[in-house]
C-alpha cells in the first residue's frame, strides 16, 4: 500500500497589494480513496495581515445571493 501526502501551493496574484494564493493537499493514508482539499489565504503586502472575505469583497451588492454561504464558507 502506498501512502502519500501532497500538498501543492499556487500562487494566485502577487503585486504591491495583495498575495494571494490556494494550497492544493491530497492526502491518502490507505482504503477505498484519498481525500483532497483547496485552502486559499490572502495577504496585504504592507501590512502582512491575512485578509479575511470581507476585507477582499468591497461592494456586497454585486454579489449573487445565492453563492454568498459557499464563499464565505471557503
Not at 8 to 25: G, K, M
Not at 33 to 58: A, C, P
Amino acid at each position: 500500500m502506498q501512502l502519500s501526502a501532497v500538498y501543492t501551493p499556487d500562487i494566485l496574484r502577487a503585486d504591491e497589494n495583495v498575495v494571494s494564493y490556494e494550497l492544493f493537499y491530497y492526502d491518502y493514508y490507505g482504503g477505498a480513496h484519498g481525500y483532497n482539499s483547496y485552502t486559499g489565504l490572502t495577504f496585504d503586502t504592507k501590512t502582512g495581515k491575512k485578509l479575511g472575505f470581507y476585507d477582499v469583497i468591497t461592494d456586497q451588492d454585486k454579489l449573487k445571493p445565492s453563492s454568498l454561504p459557499d464563499l464565505q464558507y471557503n
